[in-house]
């Protein structure tokens, strides 16, 4: 299916998409996706607290778009996420 | 940075990692069953039913193992360290059908990464004996720098 037909069917956001993820494959787009919306939020915010916020959000919305066999390293990364977070509050001083 | 603050953010990663595969690796399409299988043409069942009986037997060991050593430390210091070595294995007896399902979860998760099972095994062990050399250099006064 091309991106057109993707537009035809009324799908905009996997029409916009169409290009990147039929060039890189839909994981590496959206790990590159994350990769970067977690370096902007870092550069913005530098805090690592808020890059685990993005990291736990950003995992949950990009799991159901990726491959079964890709979505452990989500996972895993959601984890990392939900630890820090949990590390930041109950430990770090 | 103190070795206690890595050791408790590997307890804490590993807590959250076991309990989110736990609740949540079968919806997410890698459930423990289809890991689990190393070798093709086996039995799922019955090499489900063999790991965890060789998971069983090194528990025991590890138990009859800490009672044995509960009973050395007591001849040396007293009954202090034998009634906590006990109390702490009672613990580990009552938990141990609980703390299999969850303590594998680790393992499974490398070996779905794509990690053969001998190295996901080895980095589990690896960690936990990392995490608890941390802890035992932190309750001995010895954890910062």
Redesign the interface.
């Known amino acids: 299916m091309s991106g057109w037909d993707l537009l035809v069917q009324g799908k905009w956001f996997d029409a916009a998409l169409y290009p990147y993820t039929s060039i890189l494959g839909s994981e590496i787009f959206y790990t590159i996706l994350l990769a970067a919306i977690l370096g902007v939020i870092y550069i913005k915010t530098r805090s690592l607290e808020m890059v685990s916020a993005a990291l736990i959000l950003g995992g949950v919305v990009l799991?159901p778009l990726v491959r079964?066999?890709v979505?452990?390293?989500f996972?895993?990364g959601?984890?990392?996420g939900?630890?820090?977070a949990?590390?930041a509050l109950?430990?770090?001083r | 940075m103190r070795l206690i603050d890595i050791a408790v953010f590997l307890f804490i990663f590993e807590f959250v990692l076991n309990l989110l595969a736990s609740n949540f690796a079968s919806d997410l399409g890698f459930n423990r069953n289809e890991v689990i299988v190393a070798n093709p043409g086996v039995d799922i069942e019955q090499e489900t039913q063999a790991q965890w009986q060789q998971v069983q037997t090194i528990a025991s060991a590890a138990i009859l193992m800490g009672i044995v050593a509960a009973a050395f430390l007591s001849a040396v210091f007293g009954q202090y360290y034998l009634s906590l070595l006990l109390a702490a294995a009672g613990v580990v007896i009552n938990f141990v059908p609980v703390l299999r399902q969850f303590v594998s979860a680790l393992p499974m998760l490398l070996i779905a990464l794509g990690l053969p099972p001998t190295v996901a095994w080895g980095f589990y062990i690896i960690y936990n004996f990392l995490l608890v050399l941390m802890l035992l250099l932190w309750l001995s006064g010895k954890g910062g720098y």
């Open positions: 799991i079964p066999d979505r452990v390293y996972f895993v959601i984890a990392a939900i630890a820090y949990l590390y109950l430990w770090r």
